[in-house]
């Protein structure tokens, strides 16, 4: 252990909402004085991974007896700076663009102009999820400029950080470089790769990595990151909440995604396929489907799954807290003609419908089969 280890304080763990044991992990991890070189952060997106990376490697380089400079220090690891931390994103790729090509090469100004806006957000809520049109993988390059990172040597940082957002989306040639990487690291180099996806990164980098698992935000919580850092409305807030799955970034899709209007189209295709109105039911998704709006479809089947299970507990119950407390009378009316109705294998099959959009499926066939899975209700 290291000696200044009973003397240890958090200054920047606390900035992390939420996850409690993660925190515990990461400071006794410190107070050891004995750093991983690597580690996996996994969990859904919009719960804090990338945040609790940023304060680690803040908690990482404290000095207690160079307070001004670690303020300096702080805010520079804050802005994503280097040689503090390298931030590795998932980027468009440029006109004519190879892998001899930089990252950043090859985009035009307005790409270039676009990720520096995107980066500014997140420097200032490092719980925002930078947004990039086209950034669809983390690219070969993108990995191999770790080189350069690392040949580069500061014997007055303690720590520097190559954080890795979205790792999951290294196509097999990245990982195969990341691994080179991660097979004989730097003194004071730490890998950080956050992912909601991690089954999908090699094992042998998998296996480098301590894994930190983190769970979703309670409801309290995700209520004080929307008001605090995305500076919500308090009503709006507390409306989405229930619905957000402990996420901010399910929350601001819901928000964005205007909440009441989807709240009212998810009541909508309820009565329509129950009804079998079919047409009726698949019209309520027209606009998404010209739109090609994956994201608002999956956030429609989110919310239908929860108007299930709202009806599950409401059969067992009739009482108590539910998410659809607005729309009470549909799970009344629903449970006094349908009394008996087994929804667990249609919730399931509305969740595998959901997963089904990362394999590029035809959006009209996904959608039919919502509407059709619904009706085998009330058949």
Same mark, same amino acid.
């Given at each position: =252990?290291?000696?200044w280890?009973?003397?240890?304080?958090?200054i920047?763990?606390?900035?992390i909402?939420?996850?409690?044991?993660?925190?515990?992990?990461?400071?006794?991890?410190? /107070?050891s004085?004995?750093?991983?070189?690597?580690?996996?952060?996994?969990?859904?997106?919009g #719960?804090?991974?990338e945040?609790?990376?940023i304060?680690?490697?803040k908690?990482?380089?404290?000095?207690?007896? +160079?307070?001004?400079?670690?303020?300096?220090?702080?805010t520079?690891?804050?802005?994503l700076?280097?040689?503090?931390?390298k931030?590795?994103l998932?980027?468009?790729?440029?006109k004519?663009?190879?892998?001899?090509?930089?990252?950043?090469?090859k985009?035009?100004?307005? %790409?270039i102009e676009q990720?520096?806006?995107?980066?500014? !957000?997140?420097? /200032?809520?490092?719980?925002?999820?930078i947004?990039?049109?086209?950034a669809n993988?983390?690219?070969i390059?993108?990995?191999?400029d770790i080189?350069?990172?690392?040949?580069?040597?500061?014997?007055?940082?303690k720590?520097?950080?190559?954080? #890795? $957002? *979205?790792?999951h989306?290294?196509?097999?040639?990245? *990982?195969?470089a +990341?691994?080179?990487?991660l097979?004989?690291p730097?003194?004071?180099?730490?890998?950080?790769?956050?992912?909601?996806?991690?089954?999908?990164?090699?094992?042998?980098?998998?296996?480098r990595?301590?894994?930190?698992?983190? *769970?979703?935000?309670? %409801?309290?919580?995700l209520?004080?990151?929307?008001t605090?850092?995305?500076?919500i409305?308090?009503? #709006?807030? !507390?409306?989405?909440?229930?619905f957000?799955?402990?996420?901010? *970034?399910?929350?601001?899709?819901?928000?964005e995604?205007n909440?009441?209007?989807?709240?009212d189209?998810t009541?909508?295709i309820?009565?329509y396929?129950f009804?079998k109105?079919?047409? $009726?039911?698949? =019209?309520?998704?027209?606009? =998404?489907?010209?739109?090609s709006d994956?994201t608002?479809?999956?956030?429609?089947?989110t919310?239908l799954?929860?108007?299930?299970?709202?009806?599950q507990?409401?059969?067992?119950?009739?009482?108590g807290r539910?998410?659809?407390s607005?729309q009470?009378?549909?799970?009344?009316?629903?449970?006094?003609?349908?009394?008996d109705?087994?929804?667990?294998?249609?919730?399931?099959?509305?969740?595998?419908?959901?997963?089904?959009f990362?394999?590029?499926?035809n959006?009209?066939?996904?959608?039919?089969n919502?509407?059709?899975?619904?009706?085998? +209700?009330?058949?």
């Open positions: =252990m290291a000696p280890a009973p003397f240890f304080m958090s920047f763990l606390d900035e909402t939420g996850n409690d044991k993660v925190k515990i992990i990461l400071s006794n991890i410190i /107070q004085g004995n750093i991983p070189h690597a580690f996996l952060f996994t969990g859904a997106d #719960i804090g991974k945040n609790a990376a304060s680690f490697t908690e990482l380089n404290y000095s207690l007896t +160079l307070k001004e400079k670690s303020k300096s220090v702080s520079s690891i804050d802005n700076s280097e040689p503090y931390i931030y590795i998932p980027l468009p790729r440029g004519s663009e190879s892998e001899q090509h930089g990252p950043y090469e985009l035009t100004e307005d %790409e990720i520096n806006s995107e980066y500014k !957000k997140k420097s /200032q809520n490092h719980y925002y999820k947004q990039i049109p086209r993988f983390i690219k390059s993108s990995i191999r080189k350069k990172f690392l040949s580069f040597s500061y014997d007055d940082i720590y520097r950080v190559i954080l #890795i $957002s *979205q790792a989306l290294m196509n097999e040639e990245s *990982q195969n +990341l691994l080179k990487n097979e004989e730097p003194e004071g180099v730490i890998f950080i790769l956050c992912t909601p996806s991690p089954e999908k990164l090699r094992e042998t980098i998998r296996s990595c301590w894994k930190i698992n983190f *769970q979703p935000l309670e %409801e309290k919580e209520l004080y990151l929307l605090d850092k995305f500076e409305e308090s009503t #709006i807030a !507390k409306e989405v909440v229930p957000a799955g402990g996420s901010t *970034q399910n929350a601001i899709s819901l928000i995604s909440f009441e209007d989807l709240l189209k009541i909508k309820l009565r396929s009804g109105k079919y047409h $009726s039911a698949f =019209m309520e998704f027209e606009e =998404m489907l010209n739109d994956i608002r479809i999956r956030l429609v089947i919310m799954i929860i108007w299930l299970n709202d009806f507990k409401y059969r067992l119950i009739e009482e539910f998410f659809f607005k009470i009378e549909t799970l009344e009316k629903f449970n006094s003609k349908f009394p109705v087994d929804v667990a294998e249609i919730t399931n099959n509305l969740d595998s419908i959901s997963s089904s990362r394999n590029n499926i959006l009209n066939i996904a959608v039919s919502i509407v059709f899975q619904l009706a085998r +209700l009330t058949s």
